[in-house]
Every structure is written in structure tokens, then in C-alpha cells.
């Protein structure tokens, strides 16, 4: 494929739902990968007016560097930085009825991405892509859903008062700092 053709299938199957997608990266990465030898041209096209356009293949490297990233990547988990967790980390600093409110808003904002995506992929499936082709999009779903229960669940027991709730500087945090050796703070 050429970069072009590249990024319109990805944003055709949403991989750019999993992935920061933009043109100018996608044509630096492709410089790159052909630079280290990963991807090599294999023919040039012109189709009237348009500018012309080199496709790739991948080479034996390439191939090579691809399967032990995928492994990576499947096999160790990473850190990761969600900003939600972020927000968890400090919700203490608003009032119950304040944070409450947030994750319910959340939990409907989550069941509108999730029907999102199970709209695209009854869509996709619809148009004979195999579930393998979508397995990302059937696990962004049950990682929505997992957060979803687990918010309203979370919500549920702020409305109800069953966490404990000290809003601001007194939340109980104090606890969690580190000692600095003895008669420090």
C-alpha cells in the first residue's frame, strides 16, 4: 500500500479509535521504516491528476522486527497513564455529590461509546470482516464495559455513603506520604 491508502484503511476498520492517526506521522514513520530497511518500495502509481504514489511491502527485516514488537505487545504489560485514573487520584478534592454526579455522567457517556462500538462492528462484521480483522474492537468494548460497572458501582456507593468521604486536604491522603527516616516529614 501507499501511506495514503495506509491511513484510509485504518480509519475505515477505527484504528484510529486505538492509535494517534494523523498523515504527516504516517508519511514520517513510512520514511523511517524504509530508511531502516523494514518496508522497500515496489512500485510507483499515478492515477490522473494526483500526485504520484510509491507502495511498500514489507521486507524480511521488516517482517522480523514486526513479529518481536507484536510479541512485546501482547505478551508484557505495559504502564500505561489513563487520565481517568488521574482523576481518581484527586476526586477527594470535590464534594460526594460533585464526583458522584461526574461518574454518572461517565457511566452514560460510556454506554454511548459502547453502543459506538457495537454499532461499528455488527457494521463491519455486516460487510464480512472476520472477528479476528476486529478482535481490538470486541476487546474496547468489554474494557467499556468493565469500567462501566465499575463506575456505577463506585457511584453508587459515594450516593449511598458507603465510602468513606473527607473532601479536600483532610481526605485521609496524609496517610500515604513517605517517611523520610526518622522525626522527618
Do not use: C
Not at 476498520?13 to 486505538?18: I, K, N, Q, V
Not at 524480511?60 to 481518581?88: C, I
Amino acid at each position: 500500500m501507499h501511506p495514503y491508502e495506509m491511513a484510509s484503511t485504518m480509519r475505515l476498520r477505527h484504528h484510529d479509535e486505538f492509535i494517534r492517526l494523523n498523515f504527516g506521522t504516517l508519511y514520517h514513520t513510512v520514511d523511517v521504516l524504509e530508511r531502516n530497511g523494514w518496508i522497500a518500495s515496489v512500485e510507483r502509481e499515478k492515477e490522473g491528476r494526483r500526485p504520484e504514489r510509491t507502495i511498500y511491502k514489507l521486507t524480511d527485516s521488516g517482517r522480523q522486527v514486526l513479529n518481536r514488537t507484536l510479541g512485546d505487545l501482547l505478551r508484557k504489560p505495559m504502564r500505561e497513564y489513563p487520565h481517568f485514573v488521574a482523576g481518581l487520584m484527586f476526586m477527594h478534592h470535590l464534594s460526594a455529590a460533585e464526583a458522584a454526579g461526574h461518574l454518572k455522567e461517565r457511566a452514560s457517556l460510556l454506554d454511548a461509546q459502547i453502543a459506538k462500538f457495537n454499532h461499528v462492528l455488527a457494521e463491519l462484521r455486516s460487510q464480512g470482516v472476520t472477528r479476528l480483522a476486529l478482535i481490538e474492537i470486541e476487546h474496547k468494548i468489554a474494557m467499556l464495559d468493565a469500567e462501566r460497572k465499575w463506575v456505577r458501582k463506585l457511584e453508587r456507593e459515594i450516593t449511598d455513603g458507603k465510602l468513606e468521604w473527607a473532601a479536600g486536604i483532610d481526605s485521609g491522603h496524609g496517610k500515604l506520604r513517605r517517611s523520610h527516616g526518622p522525626g522527618t516529614h
